[in-house]
């Protein structure tokens, strides 16, 4: 998706048929299983099934014209990796332009392998962007909880797992234990990820903006910075992962 877009109900456009625009939502979402790297996108033209006009379809057309393009590109997991477990937590605050609700991604990494991702916008509507972040932060704790149970039937132990956001301040209201005036306002189940931080089941830590590869599930970026996320989340074409091990 263009970094200039701005999809909203666009109530002045021209309606298209809306079971045939659902069709396309659904082949789209059944292929976000595999390819990440359309996740944002195919699930903000979802939002719109209900009354879609040919404005979203100008978008979904998009999606289907860069799948065509990089049909080849697909999920790399050598047979050998570390089990150090790392969760990506991003939002983009107040991204939807309809109403003005924050964007969550969280990505889990085994090693250098993508083992779960999700793009979902926030059911409160965060009033500042340290609230947005937090709340990711907080599903990306949840996330680390879960893969370090599942570890666990493996007999596989980690005493943490990291989880990185880029917002500071969201990481100093998760290592802070008094409630300050400024926060009151923030839900108790979201203080659930300063309660982990504090039993040390997890530790939060501070990441760039541009090393952070779930930007791609939270906003519409430049070619230059999606193809480097992409990249990232361990989407590579085939025929290079050969080329790939030798420079490994």
């Avoid at 719109?48 to 590109?73: C, D, M, N, W």
């Avoid at 300050?180 to 108790?188: A, F, N, R, V």
Wanted: aromatic share 8%.
């Amino acid at each position: 998706m263009s970094s200039e877009t701005k999809l909203t109900r666009d109530e002045d456009g021209e309606p298209f048929d809306n079971t045939t625009y659902r069709g396309m939502i659904g082949s789209l979402l059944y292929l976000t299983a595999s390819r990440p790297d359309i996740m944002f996108s195919v699930c903000l033209c979802a939002c719109f099934q209900e009354a879609p006009k040919t404005s979203h379809l100008e978008a979904v057309k998009r999606i289907f014209r860069y799948i065509k393009g990089t049909y080849q590109i697909g999920l790399w997991y050598p047979k050998e990796t570390r089990v150090e477990t790392i969760v990506y937590a991003d939002s983009d605050h107040a991204g939807d332009y309809v109403d003005r609700k924050s964007t969550s991604g969280i990505c889990t990494f085994m090693g250098c392998c993508l083992t779960s991702w999700f793009s979902k916008k926030q059911t409160a509507l965060a009033i500042s962007t340290t609230k947005a972040e937090y709340v990711s932060a907080r599903k990306a704790c949840q996330e680390a909880l879960w893969m370090k149970q599942a570890l666990v039937d493996y007999d596989i132990n980690l005493d943490d797992i990291r989880v990185l956001c880029y917002n500071k301040s969201a990481i100093d209201l998760s290592k802070n234990s008094v409630l300050h005036s400024p926060t009151k306002h923030i839900e108790i189940r979201h203080h659930f990820l300063r309660d982990n931080v504090q039993k040390g089941n997890i530790s939060i830590e501070k990441v760039s903006s541009e090393d952070n590869t779930t930007d791609i599930l939270t906003k519409p970026l430049k070619r230059e910075s999606f193809n480097l996320l992409r990249l990232g989340l361990g989407l590579i074409p085939k025929g290079r992962f050969p080329n790939l091990l030798l420079s490994l």
